[in-house]
């Protein structure tokens, strides 16, 4: 793709995402007439997520014959009380075909701590009912306040059932916090290798990405989990392509640019973000493809949660010492101001982290797409390190470590994903000398369908040349479940018993506590 070509795509999608910044707040401004389903329009599902203690942002996409022309005007209402009350919200938004007929809907003036009920109505159809909630009030005390939250991620469609999001739905979470690969990029594996096949080539445009999320969110487990209560979403590779860094590819793909730039316009266009992620954006917008979704969210005093992107904003990967063609074409030597955020990220964080400190936020919750802790303890910074993890990028590491010890946020925890298992850790200042002072707790979580290759015996090898690691387990699917009061924090770790079966059981793999004052981790009994 020539500069020029880029250039015109980068100025379409920022008129797009300015039009589109105009009618999210609710009130639709011109539409054509309300058009003729032959079937409901809602079979995506819908979604909340993106809260504040005075709303949230209600999601959902038209698919269907009606759905034509430039415009598709989409009803909505908030009803009080879990959704039997009476309606304090309502209006009409248009659904945009530049947007895949997306609609987001950003709803304020509501109480603050408290449940409400949404619907949509399009073309004589209505969406199914869904629950919201609000944040609490940001100067809510912490005696007395609890929080029940869910934290997931990689969820490829073939390697198993969404059965996890069945009894997570039992589970009566508050909010689902999603740290990365939501979709993945590449075809199907083959039917002998998969739980179940879809007919999808791999990505290489906005249609493609519409369709495989399209795909993903027609499964019934997913849309009833989405429409139980919000979601805190975050990105990781497989939304764009398989362990890209930045604006890089490390597979070699010709006019990831313009692959990118969809891939994140896709990613607006099926998840309950806000306008600002895209505002905000904008200038970014100017250099690259940028979504801002770095952020972070108070639940009173009794928890501030950074939700971040170690993709987006990623300095080019270590070249190692035998890198592939493509990886050899783009990466780098070790740089020591190699990040995993950016700069401004990282200077975000750190200047949240002291707000958090300074308001008395009880528990300071870190989100990421990945492990933190070295899984080369071992050998030490930068050698036989993975180049797609922290381990690859230990001066990065080092910095956020020095940010938390310096900016002392209370009781930080630190959730992530990506590697396929349960990965439980202490985490030390100093992230390869043991001896060294305990200042956070690390919880990784394992898949929702995913498979990790491994065997469970070499893992509990590797768990013992990892002095910092509590616990890893590669052989379950499944999802974290956190639990905060003012005195602990509770961890169990949920896992399918056949992720490949819709009416799979569950059970508690492990639970673990973290004592108010006292960082790490202590399996419960």
């Known amino acids: 793709m020539t500069q020029a070509g880029f250039d015109s795509q980068r100025r379409r999608l920022i008129k797009l995402l300015g039009a589109a910044a105009a009618t999210i707040g609710g009130v639709a401004g011109h539409a054509e007439a309300a058009p003729a389903f032959a079937a409901s329009p809602f079979q995506l599902g819908v979604a909340s997520g993106s809260p504040a203690a005075d709303g949230f942002v209600l999601w959902t996409r038209l698919i269907g014959d009606g759905a034509s022309g430039a415009s598709v005007p989409v009803q909505w209402e908030v009803r009080d009380g879990g959704g039997a009350g009476a309606v304090v919200a309502s209006g009409t938004a248009n659904a945009l075909a530049a947007l895949g007929y997306a609609v987001h809907v950003e709803v304020n003036g509501l109480a603050a701590g408290r449940q409400y009920g949404y619907r949509f109505k399009a073309g004589g159809f209505e969406s199914a009912p869904a629950l919201a909630r609000t944040l609490p009030d940001a100067q809510q005390a912490v005696a007395g306040a609890r929080l029940r939250l869910a934290y997931a991620s990689c969820q490829?469609?073939?390697?198993?059932?969404?059965?996890?999001?069945?009894?997570?739905?039992?589970?009566?979470?508050?909010?689902?916090?999603?740290?990365?690969?939501?979709?993945?990029?590449?075809?199907?594996?083959?039917?002998?290798?998969?739980?179940?096949?879809?007919?999808?080539?791999?990505?290489?445009?906005?249609?493609?990405?519409?369709?495989?999320?399209?795909?993903?969110?027609?499964?019934?487990?997913l849309q009833a989990m989405h429409a139980a209560c919000p979601w805190l979403v975050t990105w990781d590779d497989h939304e764009v392509e398989n362990n890209y860094s930045g604006a890089l590819s490390t597979r070699g793909t010709a006019n990831f640019e313009r692959l990118r730039m969809a891939a994140y316009q896709a990613f607006y266009e099926h998840m309950p973000l806000r306008a600002s992620t895209m505002i905000d954006g904008l200038r970014g917008l100017q250099r690259g493809a940028e979504l801002r979704i770095y952020q972070h969210y108070d639940f009173g005093k009794l928890a501030r949660l950074y939700l971040l992107d170690d993709r987006q904003y990623r300095a080019r990967p270590p070249c190692g010492d035998k890198p592939k063609e493509a990886l050899a074409a783009v990466c780098g030597g070790a740089e020591p101001d190699r990040s995993m955020f950016g700069a401004a990220q990282e200077a975000w964080l750190a200047d949240a982290m002291g707000e958090g400190a300074a308001r008395g936020a009880r528990w300071?919750?870190?989100?990421?797409?990945?492990?933190?802790?070295?899984?080369n303890y071992r050998y030490g910074p930068g050698v036989k390190a993975a180049d797609d993890h922290w381990d690859a990028y230990p001066q990065a590491r080092r910095r956020l470590l020095d940010a938390i010890r310096s900016k002392r946020p209370a009781n930080p925890l630190i959730l992530g994903g990506d590697v396929h298992l349960n990965w439980v850790a202490n985490v030390h200042l100093d992230p390869y000398d043991v001896r060294s002072p305990l200042i956070a707790s690390e919880f990784c979580g394992t898949s929702i369908t995913s498979r990790n290759e491994g065997s469970q015996k070499k893992a509990e090898k590797h768990q013992d040349d990892n002095p910092h690691c509590l616990l890893v387990n590669k052989a379950k699917r499944g999802y974290g479940v956190l639990e905060l009061s003012a005195e602990q924090a509770?961890?169990?770790?949920?896992?399918?018993?056949?992720?490949?079966?819709?009416?799979?059981?569950?059970?508690?793999?492990?639970?673990?506590?973290?004592?108010?004052?006292q960082p790490g981790p202590k399996q419960l009994s």
């Open 156 to 221: 490829r469609w073939e390697d198993g059932q969404y059965a996890a999001y069945r009894h997570m739905l039992a589970e009566k979470i508050d909010f689902v916090v999603f740290v990365g690969d939501y979709i993945y990029e590449g075809k199907s594996r083959d039917a002998g290798e998969a739980v179940r096949v879809h007919p999808l080539k791999r990505i290489r445009d906005l249609d493609d990405y519409r369709r495989r999320y399209a795909l993903y969110k027609s499964d019934p487990a």
């Open 364 to 375: 300071n919750l870190l989100v990421q797409q990945t492990r933190l802790t070295p899984a």
């Open 490 to 517: 509770v961890v169990r770790l949920r896992v399918l018993d056949d992720v490949a079966r819709l009416d799979s059981g569950i059970a508690t793999l492990a639970s673990f506590k973290v004592l108010n004052g």
